[in-house]
């Protein structure tokens, strides 16, 4: 049994996860599947926010790194949903 080809896209969840393993997990699947009809994606919450709001705080002085590392994230579960994900996750360096 399979999706019909004209669902767009299939959701996972990454609750339970790392930020690491949610991504490494995304890029594994689109690596596996690339020519999948649909596009295979997750909730990104786990793999964009804690990193993020932790390295925030809550601080003014703290908002410029937290960017970095959003847009580092953002990029590396990009790449992750094109199967293109490589090297150091950004929320382990």
């Known amino acids: 049994r399979t999706l019909p080809a004209a669902v767009p896209g299939i959701t996972f969840l990454s609750g ?6 949610a991504t490494r997990n995304l890029n594994a699947m689109n690596k596996l599947y690339p020519n999948a009809p649909w ?4 909730s ?3 793999a964009l926010q804690a990193s993020v709001l932790k390295a925030w705080d809550g601080k ?7 960017q970095k590392l959003f847009y580092a994230l953002s990029k590396a579960n990009g790449d992750a949903s094109l199967g293109k994900f490589e090297g150091e996750h950004p929320a382990t360096t």
């Open 16 to 21: 339970g996860q790392s930020e690491e393993e």
């Open 39 to 42: 596009k295979l994606s997750f």
């Open 44 to 46: 990104f919450g786990r």
């Open 60 to 66: 003014t002085e703290n908002v410029e790194a937290a």
